[in-house]
Each structure stands twice: as C-alpha cells, then as structure tokens.
C-alpha cells in the first residue's frame, strides 16, 4: 500500500517535471526568438556604424580638401556651427536655471571668459571676423549678454520671477543678435544697407536691416 502511494506520488512529480519541462521548451523557444532578434538589431547597429565611419572617412578628407568662394574651409564653417549650438545650449541652461531644473550653484554662466563664445573671441574671433565694425558688435553683445545672466540669477536668488522673466526676454534678444552676427562671418553683404531701403517703422526697418 505504501509503495503504492509512493508510486502515485512519483507519478504527480514526472507528470509536474513534464509540465515544467514544456514550459521550459517554450520559454527556450521564445528566448531564442528574442536572441534572434537582438542579433538582427546588433547586426544593423553594426552596419550603421560601417557606414558611419565610411561617411566619416569621407568627410575627413572633404574637410582637408574643400573650401568654399570666401576662401575659408569647411571645417571654420562646422567650427562657427558648433560655437552657434553652444551658444544656444548656454541660453538653454540659463532657461534651466531659472525655472529651478538645474540648482544655480552647479553653473557658470556670468563669467564671459568661460563660455565658448568667449573663448572662441579670445582665440580665433580677431582672426576669423576680419570687419571690425561686426567683431567691435559681437564683443560688445557679448559683454552684455553676461551682464544681463547675472541680473537674472539675482532675480532666481531673490525670487523675482517678473524681473528674471524680463531679463531672459532681454537675453534672448541678445542671443538673437550673436547668431545673425555669427552665421554672416565669412559673407560679404550682398545689399548695403541705407536710408533709401526704410519704410519708416521701426520694427520693419530693424528686422530688415
């Protein structure tokens, strides 16, 4: 009688081992399944990377070898693109700071030496903007620029939101002037502006200009 209760229990733990042996095929298969589509993914990761460096490659040796009519090369162009994105993700990082995402404390933005417009001014800027009218502006936008982050980070200190609303609207203003000043370097202007092209409202005349 014992054995036979013993059999029957045996007989539940092969049938439960078969159960969960099912279940492992299945489980097996489906991993598999996922197995292969990871390696289908890697694989086009990879092939993405080829061309990547391929594309790379390529434009290494365009940058050694192009220029364009203003004489300077391809890499000053990409060069001012990224002193452009900089300077936009500065602003951005003010933004930041001033609706409390980023603790004020962790950034360094008064210093006007230590942003990559500056930087860039005080090493390549007097090389590369050979108008002194337009280098004279940009330096001069730029000095403010700084001045006007410090008020707004006084305005956060103090929590004065409409003060550091307005000095923000004030930097945009300013970030907008350094990007039209940054993306005609190396142009020469096509239309000189005078008198004879106003049409008497300020605010037309200035986007104009």
């Known amino acids: 009688e014992e054995m036979g209760v013993g059999s029957q229990e045996i007989g539940k733990i092969l049938m ?60 000053s162009r990409i060069s001012i693109s990224n002193i452009i994105l900089a300077h936009i993700y500065w602003t951005a990082t003010a933004r930041a700071v001033m609706d409390g995402m980023i603790p004020i404390n962790e950034v360094n933005l008064i210093d006007s030496s230590n942003c990559q417009l500056g930087l860039w001014l005080e090493s390549h800027g007097v090389k590369k903007i050979t108008d002194a009218e337009k280098l004279n502006n940009l330096i001069s936008i730029h000095d403010e620029l700084h001045q006007t982050v410090r008020i707004l980070f006084e305005g956060v200190k103090n929590h004065d939101r409409s003060g550091a609303f307005a000095s923000y609207e004030r930097l945009l203003e300013l970030s907008r002037k350094i990007i039209q000043i940054l993306t005609t370097i190396g142009y020469d202007d096509f239309i000189k502006w005078d008198s004879s092209l106003c049409v008497n409202v300020s605010s037309f005349d200035e986007h104009h200009r």
């Open 16 to 75: 439960s081992s078969l159960t969960i042996a099912d279940g492992l095929d299945s489980s097996m298969e489906h991993l598999t399944d996922k197995a292969r589509g990871i390696n289908f993914i890697s694989t086009r990761i990879t092939e993405s990377y080829l061309w990547s460096n391929r594309s790379f490659e390529h434009f290494s040796q365009t940058l050694m070898e192009a220029s364009d009519q203003s004489g300077n090369t391809t890499r």
